[in-house]
């Protein structure tokens, strides 16, 4: 059973036009299981899958395949950020990292709206569920 709670956040990210790369942040002082499947989606697609102890490209959405990364030990280091190659205004959408356990129940979720003008802009809202029981590395008033 997973408790949530809301904490606020917000990071600003200015990519300049023609930038090689952006990366939308998302970390975590949980102790996150070492079978635990990391997804980071648009509104409408899968941009990353981490799963099994390895990146999944055949279950990203065609127009994230080859620009997409994340941390090879992103489960141990709670840096769950991505990097995305090759920036377009294309990109400009709602991105949400989340992070299931190996039943599927989801352990830690990050909405991160990128909103485009000119420059992209990134501001991040988090949304962090703790396991009921165990303490992450922060305390937060519940």
């Not at 102790?31 to 990203?60: F, M």
């Amino acid at each position: 059973i997973y408790k949530c709670f809301f904490f606020l956040s917000v990071h600003q990210v200015a990519v300049d036009s023609g930038e090689m790369s952006v990366q939308l942040p998302c970390e975590t002082t949980l102790e996150l299981p070492h079978d635990a499947k990391v997804e980071w989606r648009d509104t409408y697609k899968k941009a990353h899958v981490y799963e099994d102890g390895s990146n999944k490209p055949e279950k990203q959405d065609q127009d994230y395949r080859g620009r997409t990364e994340v941390n090879e030990d992103l489960l141990t280091t709670g840096d769950l950020s991505l990097t995305l190659q090759y920036p377009t205004d294309g990109d400009t959408d709602t991105y949400t990292c989340t992070v299931y356990s190996k039943e599927g129940k989801i352990i830690f979720l990050v909405w991160s709206c990128w909103v485009c003008i000119d420059q992209l802009y990134c501001f991040f809202f988090y949304i962090k569920c703790k396991q009921q029981g165990g303490q992450s590395k922060h305390s937060y008033n519940q």
